[in-house]
């Protein structure tokens, strides 16, 4: 009598992950405000503004000022217009 078929091992479903960028941000930030500006301008210039924003909301608002003057002008222009946008944002109501 021929043995039936092995079944295949049942396949688990992904865990899903979730990401929260504000979370992300407030972590780098930590990082950051620990660094000598001059490298922050370095990292800076390998962010977009909006996120380049994000963090530097939540970072110690002395650096984040020192930060702002080492950018040049149009960049921290752009980022100041961004940081106020984001911080414009008027949570929902739960």
Request: overall charge positive.
């Amino acid at each position: 009598r021929p043995r039936p078929a092995a079944r295949p091992p049942a396949k688990r479903a992904a865990p899903v992950v979730e990401r929260d960028p504000v979370r992300g941000a407030k972590r780098v930030a930590a990082l950051w405000n620990n660094l000598p500006v001059e490298r922050l301008t370095e990292l800076a210039g390998e962010y977009r503004d909006p996120e380049l924003a994000t963090v530097v909301m939540n970072m110690d608002p002395e650096v984040a000022s020192q930060l702002l003057a080492k950018l040049d002008a149009e960049r921290a222009a752009r980022l100041s217009k961004e940081l106020e946008r984001q911080a414009s944002v008027v949570p929902p109501k739960e």
